[in-house]
């Protein structure tokens, strides 16, 4: 008979929430820890000696993911994954990735108070950088994991022509350290990732937890538009090549693009004129985009309407337009037997849950390279997040935890 699992204690997950989210830039709204930053530095170290409390043995591997074992009682060589990111965007809020990551520990809490001993190691991992960078590239350290950080991510340029590579040179990393931090699909039973859901259907549904049956597929554009400055208010309109213009036309057909498949959405997250000047036409304007769906044939599509947009944009004003697409991600299931093993857990602790799918992006799409891997959703108020006003009720994060913790000892009950 299996030692019966202890409840969290609340107070505790609540007292680790607020210490980290003291920790964040105070020139930014919100709560704003992002990769290449100080603050971000810290507040990992912060997070590995909570590790280290919760007696992990913790290393950081060459692209900087932190990583705390707690070692199993010998069932062959491949562990289980738990863990998410504690980056930030910037002005974000104190959920999206840190509940992941605090509650992992105090799921190891509850399965040490409760006597139970895994059989296999347990990794719970902080990830390296998470939300996307100033080079549009997100989930760095899962990818290393994976395997899926390539010469050409390391070579992509910020608006600066820097690349990444240069980037993680020089924050003390070093890109020839990457291919070492992957881990091999032979040593992975299982990831597991607990999240806020940053969307509004489990409140909607009035459900507690959700388990999330697939991930949205993402591509990322920069398009650059190369028009003429001229006098604001001397160049008649019909003789202007303005660049932000172009831009603009591009905003809106991305909005219509978006609203073209079933789950699809398209945003464009950033547009910059230069000058910046309010009696200047533009010369120049860029803009980042992402496309998202859960239909990877919808991709083809909305990339062939995205470059025929910049084209008519951009030809209609004498500018020159071009797209630089990223490396795209395609939507990834989670692993449908994990989710049923997640679901009983669940059951099995007298709650509710809900199926669904995540239009946010996570680490769990990288750890999937690797061998099953699964999330379990908490309730976002309002939906929000990216934002500080994201919000999930401690009630909800101790029922994750517990729905974690139930899980990772379901796994290891697993068959290697
Ligand atoms: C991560 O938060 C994403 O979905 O962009
Ligand atoms: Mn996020
Ligand atoms: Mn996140």
Redesign the pocket.
Same mark, same amino acid.
């Given at each position: 008979m299996p030692a019966p699992l202890r409840q969290p204690e609340p107070q505790r997950i609540q007292q680790d929430l607020q210490d980290l989210a003291l920790l964040r830039d105070p020139d930014l709204a919100g709560w704003s820890r992002p990769t290449f930053t100080g603050v971000e530095r810290e507040s990992r170290r912060w997070v590995a000696a909570r590790m280290r409390a919760t007696s992990l043995d913790v290393h950081v591997d060459g692209i900087g993911n932190l990583i705390g074992v707690l070692p199993g009682q010998g069932a062959g060589g491949k562990a289980i994954v738990v863990g998410s990111h504690t980056d930030t965007?910037e002005g974000g809020g104190r959920f999206?990735g840190t509940v992941g990551v605090l509650g992992a520990l105090e799921a190891v809490r509850l399965l040490e108070e409760s006597g139970i001993k895994l059989r296999h190691d347990l990794r719970v991992v902080d990830y390296f950088n /998470? /939300?996307?960078n100033r080079f549009g590239l997100?989930c760095l350290g899962s990818r290393a994991l994976a395997s899926n950080l390539s010469p050409d991510h390391l070579a992509t340029v910020d608006e600066d022509g820097a690349t990444l590579a240069e980037a993680l040179q020089s924050q003390g990393l070093d890109p020839a350290d990457i291919p070492a931090c992957a881990w091999s699909a032979n040593e992975v039973l299982a990831s597991l990732e607990l999240h806020i859901e940053q969307g509004p259907i489990l409140e909607q549904q009035g459900a507690g937890l959700g388990v999330v049956t697939a991930i949205a597929g993402i591509a990322r554009l920069r398009a650059v538009f190369k028009g003429r400055r001229d006098h604001a208010g001397t160049r008649p309109m019909a003789l202007r090549q303005d660049a932000g213009c172009a831009a603009a036309g591009t905003v809106l057909a991305i909005e219509a693009i978006g609203s073209s498949g079933a789950d699809a959405v398209g945003t464009v997250g950033e547009i910059r004129f230069t000058p910046e000047a309010t009696n200047v036409v533009s010369e120049e304007a860029l803009l980042t985009a992402e496309f998202r769906s859960s239909d990877a044939g919808w991709f083809g599509l909305a990339r062939e309407q995205l470059e025929q947009a910049v084209e008519r944009e951009s030809r209609r004003r004498g500018v020159h337009g071009s797209v630089l697409w990223l490396p795209p991600e395609p939507p990834t299931a989670m692993d449908p037997r994990l989710s049923e093993l997640i679901g009983r857990s669940i059951a099995g602790l007298g709650h509710d849950f809900l199926r669904l799918y995540s239009g946010?992006?996570h680490d769990a799409v990288q750890l999937a390279r690797l061998g099953p891997a699964g999330m379990i959703f908490l309730p976002s108020k309002d939906g929000r997040s990216?934002t500080p006003e994201e919000w999930t009720d401690l009630a909800d994060i101790a029922l994750g935890v517990h729905a974690l913790a139930a899980s990772i000892v379901q796994i290891d009950g697993w068959e290697p």
């Open positions: 965007v999206d /998470e /939300e996307p997100s946010a992006g990216h």
